[in-house]
């Protein structure tokens, strides 16, 4: 044994495999102790995302995304501080041959988006300008998806890429929103009280 020590190929190939349990080792720990972090990080990025496009933002349900278009990664409903839904929340990535994007969008029950905004954008041509477009969206419906205002030209994959998007957010909050059930003024215009006081005057009209 003392002689296979001797020998430098022996000693060589020793010193590297101390060295790659080492490391190893290291790149555990330092791992284990940075992983709780990034995740919060991740969390915190997504709570800020979600405050700047549902104004009034304060808790949030996750929803599960099974049946979405697959670049749909994740949704939620928004609430406010007294727990009403104020809006859904959806978090979109696309590639496209100039980089990627990631956007998250919030749409109100009728279906307006009421903000979007990119937490990532890596595209080769005319960043501004795609960002730009994605703003002419605010305020339009997400069925129609009419900008408002004209588009920036320049970044056509881009501009694609997004409204592919949009296009996927939409089919989303179809899945998504539960269309609340009709009351008696909505079936019939008008509530029952008004619908009893309208009877009875009737009534007296006939009697006398």
Known sequence: MKKLFEKPSFQYTFVLAIVAIVCGLAIGLVNYATEGRIAQNIIDNKLEA????????DKYDEVDVDGD????????IGKDVDGLIIGYIYEVYATNKFGYMRIVISVNNSGTILGAEFIEINQTLNVNGTKTNLSRYVGASI????????????????LTTVQVMLA?????????????????QDWFGMTISNYLNQTLSLSEVTIG
């Not at 278009?69 to 939620?76: E, G, H, L, M």
């Not at 069925?143 to 881009?158: C, F, H, K």
């Not at 089919?171 to 009351?183: G, S």
């Open 50 to 57: 979600y405050s700047l496009v549902l104004p009034g933002f």
């Open 69 to 76: 278009p697959a670049s749909v990664i994740s949704k939620v």
């Open 143 to 158: 069925y129609d998806l009419e900008p408002n205002g004209d588009l920036i030209s320049g970044a056509t994959y881009s």
């Open 168 to 184: 996927d957010v939409a089919v989303a909050h179809r899945n998504t929103v539960i269309e609340p059930e009709l009351t008696y």
